[in-house]
């Protein structure tokens, strides 16, 4: 008798039933959704601060600081709409997200899109070498980022 045939079909059986358990539940789905979106909205912010600083005046324009701040925002943005896209409304998640999000998912793009080029604005302002450029540019960055927040996210 071989039992090399039974041994296989036992561990199919035992890695198919593990595959199949190890599956996230729809929950553990949302919640994964919520923690990588923040996870991408908190490396933009941390990002966002020395632009912020330099479009309002509060510390010198610093060209190269400033182009890699809007590089990293404009990279983290082409991430934002994938990251979206996962629906969480119907779950029990801790977010600031509006429904909004879901139900007009063009608007959303296009407010993401328009960050990502005024973030690619700044590393064409810091081309320039010009500090009134990169300030200005720098400045357009957190109206995106406030106007995506005024229309998407729970006033805070």
């Given at each position: 008798m071989n039992i090399l045939p039974k041994a296989a079909v036992a561990?199919?059986?035992?890695?198919?039933?593990?595959?199949?358990?190890?599956?996230?539940?729809?929950?553990?789905?949302?919640?994964?959704?919520?923690?990588?979106?923040?996870?991408?909205?908190?490396?933009?912010?941390?990002?966002?601060?020395?632009?912020?600083?330099m479009g309002r005046g509060d510390i010198p324009v610093n060209a190269e600081l400033a182009g890699k701040a809007a590089t990293r925002i404009s990279q983290l943005s082409l991430m934002m709409t994938d990251y979206f896209a996962y629906d969480t409304r119907d779950f029990d998640v801790e977010t600031e997200?509006?429904?909004?999000?879901?139900?007009?998912?063009?608007?959303?793009?296009?407010?993401?899109?328009?960050?990502?080029?005024?973030?690619?604005?700044v590393v064409a302002a810091v081309e320039s070498g010009?500090?009134?450029?990169?300030?200005?540019?720098?400045?357009s960055v957190g109206r995106n980022c406030g106007g995506c927040h005024d229309d998407f996210r729970v006033d805070n």
């Open positions: 561990v199919s059986v035992l890695l198919l039933t593990t595959a199949v358990l190890a599956q996230p539940t729809p929950q553990e789905q949302a919640e994964r959704a919520v923690e990588l979106r923040q996870s991408i909205l908190k490396l933009v912010a941390s990002n966002f601060g020395p632009l912020r600083a997200a509006l429904p909004v999000i879901w139900e007009q998912p063009d608007a959303f793009a296009e407010k993401v899109m328009n960050l990502t080029n005024a973030a690619n604005a010009d500090a009134d450029t990169i300030r200005d540019a720098a400045g």
